[in-house]
């Protein structure tokens, strides 16, 4: 039996302002047409992975406080964002979000990517993935339930595990020397682009919000998730990943 869900929560502000889409509501994402199937291949609808991850996430126990969506390549590409909370906890000024994204041009498979969006400043960056399928294959559809379920499991672990991380970004004093080695070693690893170190080094210097005013780790994440805002968010998916890897360097936790 479907679960009964509550109406579409409120807008996520500033999470899907991006180059190459345009953000659209649920009913939009709801009125792509999936391709057929050929033999090889077996589309998800859009559709039914937006209902599937309300509905695991309420099931287990999230509450769903706002969610945004974005449609690229006239719809073929598809990508959300969910902002959940649990009530057991604590406030921290740092908020969980879970991406969703999909295609119907063979681009990736359905997945779900975690991460965290700044309460002060709704800058939006994203840790680690868990695929759905590594592929459509012919009984996608039919076990998406289970599989969007198995992947709901793996998401409290995983932000749990983020919330102490951050904790311990908030910790880690940093000179300017450090920061600036720092912003090359981010270009190497294509955090970002050359063309985006002015940016990175203004938020820094002069950080935009009181709270960044300590000379930390955390004051750096957030001068590059500033930098972030406006981006695809197929590319920010991969640029906040290889973000957390290179401030889990700096404090030698492994990935």
Same mark, same amino acid.
């Given at each position: ?80 964002? %969910? ?40 800058n939006l960056c994203f840790s680690g993935e868990v695929r759905l399928s590594r592929k459509h ?74 709270? %960044? ?43």
């Open positions: 039996m479907e679960l009964l869900l509550p109406p579409a929560p409120a807008p996520v502000p500033g999470l899907l302002l991006h180059r190459g889409g345009v953000t659209a509501t649920r009913d939009d994402v709801f009125t792509v047409e999936t391709p057929p199937p050929t033999d090889t291949w077996y589309p998800l609808s859009h559709r039914s992975l937006v209902q599937e991850i309300q509905s695991g996430l309420v099931g287990c126990g999230f509450r769903v406080e706002g969610e945004s969506h974005a449609l690229s390549h006239e719809g073929a590409r598809y990508f959300g964002v %969910f902002a959940i909370s649990l009530p057991s906890r604590p406030e921290n000024g740092v908020g969980w979000v879970v991406g969703v994204r999909n295609s119907h041009d063979k681009q990736y498979p359905a997945g779900l990517v975690v991460g965290t969006t700044i309460t002060v400043c709704d294959t012919r009984h996608a559809a039919r076990d998406l339930s289970y599989l969007m379920s198995r992947a709901i499991g793996e998401l409290g672990g995983k932000l749990r595990k983020l919330d102490d991380r951050i904790a311990a970004y908030r910790e880690h004093a940093l000179e300017d020397r450090e920061v600036h080695d720092l912003i090359v070693r981010s270009i190497d690893n294509r955090v970002i682009t050359p063309t985006q170190v002015p940016d990175v080094l203004h938020e820094w210097r002069q950080p935009r919000h009181e709270e %960044f005013q300590p000379r930390t780790l955390w004051s750096l994440w957030n001068a590059y998730t500033e930098v972030f805002k406006g981006g695809n968010p197929h590319i920010a998916v991969r640029r906040g990943q290889a973000l957390h890897g290179l401030c889990e360097g700096v404090l030698g936790l492994a990935s």
